[in-house]
Nanobody, 117 residues
């Protein structure tokens, strides 16, 4: 399974950016797709996830970020608005399948976002 993330870059505080991540190569559907991030010197943290039941956001991005998904393309997006310097991190997309009842996680390679003040 390959997850290809793109869309990162350098943006000024208050700006917007959209990340996308296309998944391919799986025989199974993805129950969950989402985004995580890891800032320098910090642990990887959840940003947002999307399932058939809805969306989930971390408190730090709620109201600013929107996650969406195109099931036909197996692609997940993260629209990021009102960006802050503390959003600077490497963003990783994640997809999870249930294979014979067992959850299996797949990760993209990461795309870097830098928000300048």
């Amino acid at each position: 399974v390959l997850l290809q993330a793109c869309g990162g870059g350098l943006v000024q505080a208050g700006g917007s950016l959209r990340l996308s991540c296309a998944a391919s190569g799986s025989m199974f559907s993805f129950n969950v797709m989402g985004w995580y991030r890891q800032a320098p010197g910090k642990q990887r943290e959840l940003v947002a996830t999307i399932t058939s039941d809805g969306r989930n956001y971390s408190d730090s991005v709620k109201g600013r970020f929107t996650i969406s998904r195109d099931n036909a393309k197996n692609t997940v997006y993260l629209q990021m608005n009102s960006l802050k310097p503390e959003d600077t991190a490497v963003y990783y997309c994640n997809a999870q399948s249930s294979i014979f009842g067992n959850p299996v996680d797949y990760w993209g390679q990461g795309t870097e976002l830098t928000v300048s003040s």
